[in-house]
């Protein structure tokens, strides 16, 4: 099997119930083999932990890699790892096992939703049908193997009486700059957040701000309107592209780990207003620059309720085409709506021309998520679909609380994001996190 065969396996899909699949733990790990896998066959996913922080995920996953070789047999070629979404790692083989059969055997690096990094182990026979087959199912392990990891690291750790780490605040515990620009994207963002955001309404408070702006730009290559929100602070500092609740937000962290120490883009700088217009200072050149297009972000009234459905839309030949829209009604209650379709030409990826065409297509409302993935070469074709009934995920009660939305889905999810609305005219559009939702002219 080519390399490009795990980049299948690798496609986030949607995520499901664990039949179909027998779960083994052992030494800390789980397990998946499918209940109807053929006797003649072998095929199976290992979910374990590891602690990324300060690494270097590209060079450790070819280490470990090699590590694994001696209990398995001898490789085929030389490893290579393969770049995948949010800065995670992948790797592929083949190899001929101590009894002298051939497999697949691949690695990844990613991280389950809660944050808690992990590897993920595929062994194969070298088998097209049995890859689409069970492959293409990851998406319906993932929830369950973070379930159990999860349970599993609590019972061992249960004794030890660990500090947790979730809202951190103390510039004390920080790891070094070098440390801190050494992290993947995905480390990074975890980090950050945990550090720099405080629990519900104990961060900053809005009465220090002079003002709060979007600016907004379109991004012609994704296809998609950008904007960026900046915190305007009465003392002449200003802290850019903002995308967790104003109220969240430990300025004093902030300043530290999105300052010039730590960020090779610092959020930090000032602000001045010239001629009715503003304008921000570059934080390396000291340059300043007009915000042309900016507006002044108005929160939302405690308790407000909205009464229309919010849409947003991006489509590019690069990066495929999503939809999706909030529906916000008087009552308190809410609907998501999420659509994406992507297609990718492979064949410059692989030199063999196995598998020229992947497309996929999700979709997810408040009746359940849709998954739909087909894969086309020059030998063989096939494809998976997948249907769950998790509507509720989509569904539930919101909270409107000046510069913030609070979610609180009917699955049991909680969840709070940055919110405001971007003009005056509150009918037009609203702002979550860092999208642009607006409404819909026609059905």
């Known amino acids: 099997m080519k390399k490009i065969l795990f980049i299948i396996l690798l496609c986030p899909l949607l995520a499901f119930a664990q039949s179909g699949w027998k779960a083994e733990k052992k030494n800390n790990t789980i397990i998946y083999i499918p209940t109807d896998l053929q006797e003649n066959k072998k095929f199976q996913f290992k979910f374990y932990n590891v602690n990324f922080v300060g690494l270097d995920k590209k060079t450790w996953l070819i280490q470990h890699a090699k590590k694994q070789e001696p209990s398995l047999g001898k490789t085929i070629k030389n490893w290579k790892t393969n770049p995948e979404k949010y800065g995670e790692w992948s790797t592929v083989n083949q190899y001929i096992s101590h009894s002298g059969e051939k497999f697949i055997i691949g690695y990844s690096t990613g991280t389950f939703s809660g944050g808690t990094p992990y590897i993920l182990q595929m062994i194969s026979s070298l088998d097209a049908e049995l890859l689409m087959e069970y492959g293409l199912k990851i998406g319906e392990l993932k929830p369950d193997a973070e379930k159990k990891l999860m349970a599993m690291q609590t019972h061992t750790s249960r004794s030890n009486n660990t500090k947790t780490r979730s809202h951190n605040t103390d510039p004390k515990d920080l790891v070094s700059p070098a440390e801190f620009k050494k992290m993947s994207g995905k480390e990074y963002r975890q980090y950050l957040s945990s550090h720099i955001r405080t629990r519900p309404n104990k961060g900053l408070n809005p009465s220090s701000l002079e003002a709060v702006l979007v600016n907004t730009n379109i991004d012609v290559i994704r296809g998609r309107l950008d904007s960026d929100t900046y915190l305007l602070f009465k003392d002449g500092t200003a802290y850019g592209d903002c995308k967790i609740p104003i109220q969240d937000l430990n300025v004093k962290m902030s300043k530290i780990l999105e300052g010039p120490a730590y960020s090779t883009y610092p959020k930090w700088t000032r602000w001045k207003k010239e001629g009715g217009k503003y304008y921000i200072q570059n934080a390396k050149n000291k340059q300043w620059k007009l915000l042309k297009k900016a507006k002044k972000a108005l929160p939302g009234k405690k308790g407000e309720r909205l009464n229309n459905t919010f849409w947003t839309f991006s489509g590019s030949q690069f990066f495929g085409s999503h939809q999706g829209y909030y529906k916000l009604m008087p009552n308190g209650r809410f609907e998501i709506y999420n659509f994406t379709m992507r297609q990718n030409d492979l064949r410059a990826q692989d030199m063999d021309g196995t ?22 070469g020059n030998n063989f074709g096939g494809g998976a679909s997948h249907k769950c009934k998790d509507g509720n995920k989509n569904t539930g009660t919101y909270y409107i609380d000046g510069y913030t939305i609070e979610f609180h889905h009917d699955n049991g999810w909680v969840r709070r994001e940055l919110f405001y609305f971007p003009s005056k005219n509150k009918k037009e559009s609203i702002h979550i996190k860092d999208t642009v939702y607006w409404v819909r002219e026609y059905d």
């Open 355 to 376: 598998i020229p065409y992947l497309g996929t297509v999700s979709e997810s409302d408040k009746t359940g998520s849709t998954a739909n993935s087909v894969a086309i």
